[in-house]
């Protein structure tokens, strides 16, 4: 198992794919719903907009996750780290790979950012990370092709991320990790062939 620390920044492309409207009503502490994405072929990225633009059940900054898992998809809802959990995407225990990630921040005043190692695409996107603003998602990976995730990478440009990944079959890749604020940390393996089935993180 291998894991990488470096403090290269480059901001990526992203790839709109569509734009939804953010949920009516004020916001409350359930866990916002996922609008499902499936993204068409050839293109591993996508942004979109964010169910919420905040909850009233953050007393700071938060970060949401939903992952695409291999015979279930989408979840009904993000799960998020302003309850005091962490943000997690894809199942554990169930032995399903990891497949494609949604992520967005609230409440953080920067830039959420990410990259996903797909197997046998590799890094995507190819020439950086793909950063949004708090309120708008970033997406990673894809649906339908059993193409599993294998590491990811996951920061903020001002505030402080802890991730840690959880490995198909193998479990989790050491403790959390939490580098400084804007400093890539890549959580899983890369060129062993080990599919992710759940990534857990949170903005401090």
Known sequence: MRLFIASLVVVGLSVPLTTATASAGSPDSAPPPVTAVSEPDGVHTWTTTAPRADLSAAA??????AGHSQDIGWPA??????????????????????????????????????????RDIGWVPANGYLCVSDGAVAGF???????PIEAFRFFHRTRQTCSQAHLLVYGPVDDY?????????????VGE????????GTIL
């Open 60 to 65: 700071g900054p938060y970060t949401c996750f």
């Open 77 to 118: 809802q993000y799960k998020c780290s302003y309850d005091g959990t962490w943000a997690q995407a894809g199942v554990i225990g169930q032995h399903k790979q990891l497949e494609a990630v949604q992520l967005y921040s609230g409440s953080t005043g920067g830039q959420t950012c990410g990259q996903a190692h797909l």
């Open 141 to 147: 990976g894809t649906v339908g092709e059993n193409r």
């Open 177 to 189: 990790v939490c580098p400084h604020a804007n400093t890539v940390i890549t959580v899983g393996t």
């Open 193 to 200: 062939a080990k599919a992710l089935e759940a990534l857990t």
